[in-house]
């Protein structure tokens, strides 16, 4: 089974230029999320998706930073403009909700994004 | 958020078993523990989660105390490749677009670094 696929590896842009990411679930997946890890720190939560619902955004800084997952697969996270803090690894996960159990999270390998 | 604390590095060698601990003294009946960890260039990879009582997979072994403030993740022999960081992480259910679900929330983790 293919695991969470994650493009590009790495971005290195200029501050104020736009940036992309984009993110393949694991087929079957109804849940995805967007995590930023910061150097030394562990990953945080930026957006969580229900199928093709954003159900959990309240961290995601929306003057600069959009997301989507049109048809519930497929998403892409969006930075315009970047700035030189948002250097940083942007890693997807995804994982099915249809059990009720602690359903664990696959991620994928990350974006590691450098903006000069 | 549900906190938890771990010691920021341990060290091993390869072959003998290693105890990673974790305290949550604010843990509540409902908060399942989880672990993960993060090799090099890798985004983190679920390894065992637990309520109550002691878990077992093929990776590794979960040992939660009674009063369940504390847990301890066990490797039974280190080999180099368990060489990562090491997170502990209270599941919280929140609330968020209407709908609840576990939300896992990142520390800093603990360093494993395995000798040969």
């Known amino acids: 089974e293919a695991g969470v696929v994650q493009s590009p590896r790495y971005k290195i842009i200029e501050k104020k230029q736009p940036v992309a990411f984009w993110c393949n679930p694991i087929?079957?997946?109804?849940?995805l999320y967007w995590y930023r890890q910061n150097l030394g720190q562990g990953p945080e939560l930026l957006i969580r998706?229900?199928?093709?619902?954003?159900?959990?955004d309240s961290q995601l800084p929306k003057d600069r930073f959009s997301a989507e997952r049109l048809k519930g697969v497929d998403s892409t996270l969006k930075i315009q403009p970047a700035e030189l803090g948002d250097s940083a690894v942007y890693l997807c996960?995804?994982?099915?909700?249809?059990?009720?159990?602690?359903?664990?999270?696959?991620f994928g390998p990350g974006t590691r994004l450098t903006v000069l | 958020d549900a906190k938890t604390t771990q010691p920021n590095s341990m060290e091993s060698n390869e072959e003998e078993p290693v105890h990673l601990p974790c305290n949550h003294s604010t843990i509540s009946g409902t908060d399942y523990i989880h672990w993960y960890r993060q090799l090099p260039s890798q985004g983190p990879e679920y390894v065992i989660h637990?309520?109550?009582s002691n878990v077992n997979n093929r990776m590794a072994s979960l040992a939660i105390a009674e009063d369940r403030k504390s847990s301890t993740l066990i490797l039974h022999r280190a080999t180099l490749r368990d060489a990562a960081v090491y997170y502990c992480i209270l599941r919280d259910v929140v609330y968020a677009g209407g709908t609840s679900y576990g939300k896992l929330t990142f520390g800093q983790g603990t360093i494993l670094t395995v000798h040969p």
């Open positions: 998706y229900e199928n093709e619902e954003a159900v959990d």
């Open positions: 087929s079957g997946h109804n849940t």
């Open positions: 996960a995804s994982s099915s909700s249809r059990d009720r159990g602690p359903n664990a999270q696959f």
């Open positions: 637990g309520l109550t």
